[in-house]
């Protein structure tokens, strides 16, 4: 793999574990995560990946764009709770409108690097831009606390990780959205 290109964004976000047993992962708590996508040039094409005319691997315009809007204005200062957290409920009495990112599973770092990954591969896809087809995503690196982080990448075909569809389930939600400020879930019912 000749090239990388990487983009880190910053966001502030609350999360809780259910299947913690330390009380400390069970109370909701707050961190400065970054949220970094991961390219690299494609060399899989029939004629090599070479550098555009600008001599840049990809001009990422909107998809970047998107990203960071997705970063900083929907996952930023939501609270990323399994889609069972029994606080939701008494939250969304008290506040309607509550800023909520829901999971299949705990919102672990694992977990969140994983769906990251697929919301960023959903909002490639949705994008026109030919010059994208250059590069492929890598995966997504999330940094949690300035000791503790966790890189996601996808398989080298480019599949995604069985034990991440596992976690999944027939769940469905936000992940699998293009639509930046998407925060649907629906549960499967294996969930
Ligand atoms: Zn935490």
């Excluded at 976000?13 to 992962?25: D, E, I, N, Q, V």
């Excluded at 609270?79 to 309607?96: E, G, R, S, V």
């Excluded at 639509?179 to 294996?190: E, H, L, M, Y």
């Amino acid at each position: 793999m000749s090239l990388q290109l990487k983009f880190r964004y910053r966001f502030e976000a609350a999360h809780r574990f259910l299947a913690a047993h330390a009380p400390s992962c069970r109370t909701p708590h707050g961190h400065t995560w970054y949220a970094t996508a991961i390219f690299r040039l494609r060399t899989d094409i029939e004629s090599e990946a070479k550098l555009d005319e600008g001599a840049m691997a990809a001009e990422f315009g909107s998809l970047k764009k998107n990203w960071k809007a997705f970063i900083t204005e929907t996952a930023d200062h939501s609270y990323l709770h399994h889609h069972a957290d029994p606080i939701i409920k008494t939250l969304l009495q008290d506040n309607p409108g509550a800023r909520l990112l829901a999971f299949p599973t705990d919102p672990t770092t694992e977990m969140i690097s994983g769906l990251f990954a697929l919301k960023l591969t959903a909002m490639q896809k949705a994008e026109t831009n030919p010059a994208l087809k250059n590069v492929e995503l890598v995966g997504v690196h999330i940094q949690e606390t300035p000791t503790n982080s966790i890189t996601f990448k996808f398989e080298k075909n480019g599949a995604t990780p069985k034990w991440l569809l596992d976690k999944i389930g027939d769940a469905q939600g936000w992940w699998s959205q293009p639509n930046v400020a998407d925060r649907s879930f629906i549960r499967g019912t294996s969930s």
